[in-house]
């Protein structure tokens, strides 16, 4: 045995036996660090080390200097952003997959890869109650998804960009709640933000077809090329859900590519009462969800799928010749579908996960949390100092002290100073608005009740 695995297997348990004493009871930790930014920094050294270190010293400051610096995503009292969790499985996964080191860049360079990802990604699909013919592939975030079918999109209305560039006024439609993401990936494949069309949403947040439809037409009008248009089910702020039927009926009518962006809320399409909120979306070019927010995996996984995987393949397929093989004709190379050529080991920690808990242990889940959501929007409809502003479909609250936008800031920055839980803001009707995003696996009742107690006790 060489040292350096003697070495490995000691702090290994010894790490192990940290990771299941965090993921048992975090809450020791303050979600949030009290700190400056450059604080870590300065306590630590400013060169790499020229003789190595032993992992007992190395351990010792991740405790002192490290841990004490890290935001608890993985905190059953994170409530910020969009729900997180890397459950005990998943973290398995994730280190076999650290230990493999395999890049499935084609079948061959490790035929388990691609063949676990096409086996977990159909497995989820059919969670989500997709149709057979979407193909599914994992992208790191939802964002470097929209940026693969946006280019897919692009690919489909005008073939000649690959070769040509320039991308000839295409224009791109998504909601004025849609996640910046869209935008940034319209920026990124070259569509220009100034082609970004933001649509207008009704009471609830959800995108106006009309209001697309018209969009569409003026642009025709003004000699513009419609080609893509993204229906968001579970935006960030809100959680509001676009209508997908009549947005893909536009989409249809105008030959643009639909992408839905499920990214936080499509887990909760594996439940029956919730499947509605897909409705439509096999109708879609392709869609994205990430299991690394609401589906217990660690991040990063973000599961992309599409109607066309042969568009797709046409944007990004260019082969040089040391990575041909004699399987080429008969097996799928990631690397085709993808910007990305080396890609690591990820649907193993989906894998685990969707073993381990099976339907039955992620549904559970998912409605404990939607149950959770309920139970704070209750407490907030029932408490005159306090007002909702969005429906609550998933686990998301959207709320605000009945006061100044600078009464709910101090109120939230209160309630963050304390450690004990971290929720954040957003804008909605021009009004600072609170968010309670739930959804670690180890969240409890007592943990969400006396959230609110404190969010009650910092109100002015
Ligand atoms: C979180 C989120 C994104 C971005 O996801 P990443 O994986 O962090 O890139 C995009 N769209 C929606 C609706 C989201 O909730």
Redesign the pocket.
């Known amino acids: 045995m060489s040292k350096s695995t003697d070495d490995f297997r000691r702090a290994g348990h010894e790490i192990v036996d940290w990771i299941a004493d965090y993921l048992d009871n975090p809450r020791k930790f303050p979600v949030l660090p009290d700190m400056q930014p450059g604080d870590l920094t300065k306590r630590l050294p400013s060169s790499a080390p020229a003789k190595g270190e032993c992992l007992d010293a190395i351990l010792s400051d991740f405790h002192k200097l490290v841990v004490p610096a890290v935001t608890h995503w993985n905190h059953p009292r994170f409530m910020a952003y969009?729900p997180s969790s890397s459950s005990p499985p998943g973290v398995l996964g994730e280190m076999l997959s650290a230990a493999l080191n395999t890049n499935a860049i084609v079948w061959k360079s490790s035929p388990a890869n691609t063949e676990m990802e096409g086996v977990t990604l159909s497995w989820l699909r059919q969670w989500l109650g997709l149709p057979e013919g979407f193909f599914g592939i994992i992208y790191d975030?939802?964002?470097?998804a929209v940026v693969h079918a946006i280019a897919a999109a692009r690919e489909m209305a005008d073939p000649e960009v690959r070769t040509k560039g320039g991308t000839r006024s295409l224009t791109l439609y998504a909601s004025e709640h849609a996640?910046s993401?869209i935008e940034k990936g319209a920026i990124a494949v070259g569509i220009g933000q100034e082609n970004v069309r933001k649509i207008g949403t009704d009471s609830e947040f959800r995108m106006k077809p009309g209001l697309l439809r018209e969009a569409i037409e003026a642009d025709r009008q003004a000699g513009k090329k419609p080609f893509c248009v993204v229906a968001?089910v579970?935006?960030?702020s809100a959680g509001s859900v676009d209508p997908v039927i009549p947005i893909a009926e536009v989409a249809e009518e105008y030959g643009l590519w639909l992408h839905v962006?499920a990214?936080?809320a499509g887990p909760a399409a594996i439940l029956p009462e919730r499947r509605w909120i897909l409705e439509g979306a096999e109708r879609a070019h392709s869609l994205v969800t990430?299991p690394?927010?609401w589906l217990l995996t660690p991040s990063d996984l973000?599961a992309f799928y599409t109607r066309r995987p042969e568009i797709l393949r046409r944007a990004f397929t260019l082969v040089p010749e040391y990575l041909r093989t004699s399987q080429d004709s008969v097996a799928t190379n990631l690397m085709d579908y993808s910007l990305a050529m080396g890609r690591r080991f990820r649907s193993l920690k989906l894998w685990f996960v969707m073993r381990y808990y099976g339907w039955e242990g992620v549904a559970g889940i998912l409605r404990r949390d939607i149950a959770f959501g309920e139970r704070i929007a209750k407490a907030v409809d029932a408490d005159p100092r306090f007002e909702r502003v969005a429906p609550v479909h998933f686990s998301l609250v959207c709320f605000r002290y009945k006061g100044s936008d600078e009464e709910n800031r101090t109120l939230l920055d209160r309630v963050n100073a304390t450690g004990k839980a971290f929720l954040s803001h957003t804008v909605l009707n021009g009004r600072y608005v609170i968010r309670f995003a739930i959804g670690n696996f180890n969240t409890t009742q007592q943990d969400i009740d006396e959230i609110w107690d404190l969010i009650c006790q910092s109100a002015p």
């Open positions: 969009f975030t939802a964002s470097v996640h993401s968001t579970g935006t960030t962006d990214a936080y990430n690394h927010k973000s």
